[in-house]
């Protein structure tokens, strides 16, 4: 409650919860089931949920677990959509028996736009798009948003709720949403890879093969907690530890030859991108 005003009442200040009153979540697979273990975690009531899958996995006490889509299910808050993108067309049939008219539709499709979505599911009454990443299943993921026409309170309940699970961030332009997708969507991938082939590296010069991993590991954990904390750039630190005529420069003169890292990377990136277009049409 606040202080008391001039005339000697005190105001009363009611803080609202950023979470649905009724959640319906389509497809529960490692992202959408993650999302609602972290939320479970900050207060969401397992009651209040309803998930269609017909295998979930580790679903919280007090869940509603449906395998299909049944006719009566009551009209939710908000429907979050984690089923595979080629799946709309299947689903959305299926959920036109389900009333729509005040829920906010919450898809993670790749590719699928809102303009896909709305011709979906014409009956909701708002439609936004996020792209979590897996560090979702530790608080860590970064969220892109984006959605038109949403109103205040719909983007502070999204972003607030989103930003749970780590940080989340709205796009200005749909179109961006197949780079976010690209980059930070598909970039654990990367990463690991990257964890992976730097050990096999090491294992290949002679260093016990689950030693290098380790090593490899825990270089890349600690690196990353340093550019997090750092006000300088990736490109900056890196520059830090090369010492001129050292073994980081050495090293790094291989990677920067025809800037061969540069061209793998945007070459990746750019069939991901492309991958998200294709899935939306």
């Not at 780590?166 to 200005?172: D, K, P, S, V, Y």
């Amino acid at each position: 409650m606040r202080p008391s005003t001039s005339s000697g009442q005190t105001e009363v200040v009611r803080v609202t919860h950023p979470f649905p009153q009724s959640l319906l979540v389509i497809g529960s697979g490692n992202m959408a089931g993650a999302m609602l273990r972290g939320w479970f975690a900050q207060g969401l009531d397992p009651a209040s949920v309803t998930v269609v899958d017909p295998s979930p996995r580790d679903l919280s006490a007090g869940v509603r677990h449906l395998t299909g889509i049944a006719p009566d299910i009551a009209p939710p808050d908000w429907l979050l959509l984690g089923i595979k993108p080629q799946m709309l067309g299947d689903v959305a049939p299926q959920l036109a028996g389900i009333d729509l008219s005040q829920a906010l539709v919450v898809s993670m499709l790749a590719g699928v736009e809102c303009s896909g979505l709305r011709a979906a599911l014409p009956s909701a009454r708002a439609i936004a798009r996020i792209m979590p990443n897996m560090a979702v299943s530790i608080g860590q993921s970064v969220t892109a948003l984006y959605a038109e026409g949403l109103g205040e309170a719909d983007r502070d309940r999204l972003e607030s709720l989103f930003a749970m699970l780590g940080t989340a961030e709205w796009l200005a332009d749909e179109s961006q949403m197949h780079l976010v997708t690209a980059l930070s969507g598909s970039g654990p991938a990367y990463l690991f890879r990257f964890i992976d082939s730097l050990g096999k590296a090491a294992e290949g010069l002679g260093m016990p093969a689950d030693q290098a991993a380790r090593f490899a590991m825990a270089m890349v954990r600690g690196s990353a907690e340093l550019a997090h904390r750092s006000d300088e750039t990736p490109a900056q630190l890196a520059e830090r530890v090369a010492s001129p005529g050292g073994t980081t420069r050495a090293a790094l003169n291989v990677l920067d030859a025809d800037a061969a890292l540069d061209r793998l990377l945007a070459e990746a990136v750019d069939a991901a991108a492309k991958r998200s277009v294709e899935l939306g049409q």
